[in-house]
């Protein structure tokens, strides 16, 4: 599948424009750890875009994503990306196997409050913004209220990566769309 397909099933589902920030930012940050653990940017890019691809027509823990599966087999979208959909979910049967099933995982929840840390800053830019930044506003659990840090320690550690290092990775891979995201802010790249 290319990701000009995968684009159109995302746009066909998906009419908010939060949520679709949400899969380009998970799409970002799947792509920039394929290439830090030597994998098919491509295919985890695509898990990246697609993992929540149904969530506007299947919004239940229970129903998504496992619903919106079969939909993706019929498009061809590749087993290895539709089980790392799968099992981003803590669905007993698809336990998280293979590193860009950690990775899904570990990126999911992140992108949430390195959005929400970045729209309160001055600038409303990712192109100044540091995980210390995002560190201050982990303990305020008022703060991106919807984001579960329970889910983004262990995804982390699951992927080996220490937090604030993985927030960092993060913020690095969502700075090269910036402007995509809404995120550019105030300020020209830093990167």
């Given at each position: 599948?290319?990701?000009?397909?995968?684009?159109?099933?995302?746009?066909?589902?998906?009419?908010?424009?939060?949520?679709?920030?949400?899969l380009l930012s998970v799409e970002a940050a799947m792509r920039w750890y394929a290439e830090k653990f030597e994998q098919d940017a491509e295919i985890w890019g695509l898990a990246g875009l697609l993992h929540d691809y149904d969530w506007e027509v299947h919004p239940s823990a229970e129903d998504h994503p496992l619903l919106g599966l079969p939909y993706l087999r019929e498009r061809g979208v590749p087993e290895e990306i539709i089980y790392a959909i799968a099992s981003h979910a803590d669905k007993p049967d698809y336990p998280r196997l293979s590193m860009i099933d950690k990775a899904l995982y570990a990126c999911d929840e992140v992108t949430g409050i390195v959005t929400a840390t970045a729209l309160v800053r001055p600038s409303k830019s990712l192109y100044d913004l540091e995980a210390k930044s995002v560190k201050k506003k982990w303990k305020?659990?008022?703060?991106?209220?919807?984001?579960?840090?329970?889910?983004?320690?262990?995804?982390?550690?699951?992927?080996?990566?220490?937090?604030?290092?993985?927030?960092?990775?993060?913020?690095?891979?969502?700075?090269?769309?910036?402007?995509?995201?809404?995120?550019?802010?105030?300020?020209?790249?830093?990167?």
């Open positions: 599948m290319e990701r000009q397909e995968a684009l159109n099933i995302v746009h066909q589902f998906i009419k908010s424009e939060s949520l679709i920030h949400h305020d659990h008022s703060f991106a209220a919807g984001t579960d840090r329970t889910i983004m320690e262990n995804g982390a550690a699951d992927l080996g990566v220490p937090l604030w290092d993985h927030v960092q990775n993060v913020i690095h891979a969502m700075r090269k769309i910036a402007p995509a995201l809404g995120l550019a802010g105030s300020l020209p790249p830093t990167e």
